[in-house]
């Protein structure tokens, strides 16, 4: 087993590694095979700087989360619920605009686990929707589209769980003006970041988890979970 998850993590990072463009990292702990775990998840992206002119992006998230174990050492991770935007449309001016939809997808891998010490790589992958604008008789649409790759390192302290990792992300701020449809990238020259974050055990059902993002991001994010 240990042949096949090696051989299914390097062909999914090299699928995802190049365009694996700030998404949670979710953390270490994963579901068992065939269990569930969900949870409520607050994320605020205090900033993520565009390219060229474009300045800067921020977005305040709220999901509910689903986690699935396919097996022992692979789940996937599902969220939905709402967000906003706070970005330049790259005509100059900023927009705000108003929560409304959003959901995003993901899994993660086990890669090593041995006594306290686990590595999980995980794929994560976030689209906000929120209320489309209208000023001056202009009308403004935007999506924020976030893609993340990460690699994290715990030590399982038993009621603490810290862990820390690398990442490569990427997040794009999408806006039509009057149907026109324009894509602002995020910085390139700051695609790699650091997580860092712990799991604190409630009891043996129950934990939150919270965790920042630095470098290519700045943002936080806190959830409470639950396994069945």
Known sequence: MRLSKAVFS??????????AYAAPAYGTKMPEK??????GQ??????????????KMES????????????DWLSVDLKGGAG???????AGFDLDYNTFVG???????KIFEKEKWKSVLGFQHISIHPYTRNIDNEKYKSVLDDWQGSLLVS??????????GAKLSRMDYIFWENGERNRI??????SLGVVAGFDLNINEKNWINIEGQLLDVTAVAVSINHAF
Do not use: C, W
């Open 103 to 109: 959901g995003g997808y993901g899994f993660r891998i």
């Open 84 to 90: 906003n935007i706070e970005a330049e449309n790259g």
């Open 10 to 19: 390097l062909i999914v990072f090299m699928l995802f590694a190049s365009q």
């Open 42 to 55: 607050s994320q605020h992206v205090i900033s993520r700087e565009l390219e060229g002119p474009n300045g």
């Open 60 to 71: 305040l998230q709220h999901f509910f989360l689903i986690s699935f174990g396919l097996t």
């Open 185 to 190: 990238k995020s910085e390139n020259s700051k």
């Open 155 to 164: 030590y399982d302290l038993d009621k603490f769980t810290p862990y820390v």
């Open 34 to 39: 065939f269990k569930l775990a969900i949870g």
